[in-house]
Structure formats: structure tokens, C-alpha cells
């Protein structure tokens, strides 16, 4: 069985090798289901490469970041899933 600190780990850690970007924030942390397995629902914002974006959204600064939830299983440490985050808007 794996930690809250070692799921965190584990998420950032695939984060960096899935989008190469070192500049991850955790946001939220989360014990869940996902299709009858036990998970750690980790949220991590990264940086929106704003060549991406529309050029409104990057002159205003919106959207600069965009928010990932990992699904790490809580016995193996495996990364079951990995989902974009929605936000609602404000």
C-alpha cells in the first residue's frame, strides 16, 4: 500500500516524463474509486504552453494553466488513469 506522499510522487514524476515540463503544482489530493479499484486522485496544474492558446485567451492571461488528475492505484503505486481536470468558471 502506498502513502499520500508517494502517490504525489508517482503523479509528478509521470507528469514529467508524459509533458516534459518541471513546473508542476500540486492542487488537490483525493481517495476514490475508479472502476472498482482504490485510487489517489492527485490534481496537478501545468503551465499552458501559450503558443496553443487563442491569441485573446494569452494576451488577458487566462488559461495559463491546466489542471491533470493521475489515478494512482493504492496498493501498487500504478498509474491507472490520467484525465484532464475541468474548471468551473469563476
Known amino acids: 500500500m502506498i502513502d499520500v506522499k508517494q502517490a504525489v510522487q508517482i503523479a509528478k514524476t509521470k507528469a514529467v ?7 508542476i503544482n500540486l ?3 483525493e481517495r476514490d474509486v475508479y472502476k ?8 496537478l496544474s501545468l503551465p499552458q504552453d501559450l503558443r496553443q492558446l487563442n491569441p ?9 494553466l491546466r489542471y491533470k488528475r493521475f ?17 468551473a468558471s469563476q
Not at 516524463?17 to 513546473?23: C, D, H, K, R, V
Open 71 to 87: 489515478l494512482i492505484d493504492v496498493e501498487t503505486g500504478e498509474l491507472v488513469a490520467m484525465k484532464l481536470r475541468e474548471v
Open 56 to 64: 485573446l485567451a494569452a494576451a488577458l492571461g487566462t488559461d495559463r
Open 17 to 23: 516524463e508524459m509533458f516534459g515540463q518541471t513546473a
Open 27 to 29: 492542487e488537490e489530493i
Open 36 to 43: 472498482g479499484c482504490d485510487v489517489w486522485s492527485i490534481t
